[in-house]
Nanobody, 124 residues
Framework: QVQLVESGGGLVQAGGSLRLSCAASGLTFSTYVMGWFRQAPGKEREFVAG????????YYADSVKGRFTISRDNAKNTVYLQMNSLKPEDTAAYYCAADWSLGVTRSAREYDFWGQGTQVTVSS
């Protein structure tokens, strides 16, 4: 049984930082592309960042480029999202997802497994 468990969300002031973690189990982690998505109330789920199976390739939404960093530790079956210079518009539920694919995709439909999400709230 595949499980993706996010942690690290919370309430932070604008300009602050948070580090999200996603611990995976029940799958061969190193063979999955990993992604972070977010969904704000009343909005569609959107791609935030993705990382290749080896960790060499990273991809970001334009809205977070230069502020967020995705990384992974295949020995720990964990993917991270370091979020700096947070803005109120970053407020959303953040989800990690796993895609058994060769390359990183920004389409949520391509991802096979999802975590339950962790809430990030940025106050102004």
């Amino acid at each position: 049984q595949v499980q993706l468990v996010e942690s690290g969300g919370g309430l932070v002031q604008a300009g602050g930082s948070l580090r999200l973690s996603c611990a995976a189990s029940g799958l061969t982690f190193s063979t999955y592309v990993m992604g972070w998505f977010r969904q704000a109330p009343g909005k569609e789920r959107e791609f935030v960042a993705g990382i290749s199976r080896s960790g060499v390739g990273t991809y970001y939404a334009d809205s977070v480029k230069g502020r967020f960093t995705i990384s992974r530790d295949n020995a720990k079956n964990t993917v991270y999202l370091q979020m700096n210079s947070l803005k109120p518009e970053d407020t959303a539920a953040y989800y990690c997802a796993a895609d058994w694919s060769l390359g990183v995709t920004r389409s949520a439909r391509e991802y096979d497994f999802w975590g339950q999400g962790t809430q990030v709230t940025v106050s102004s």
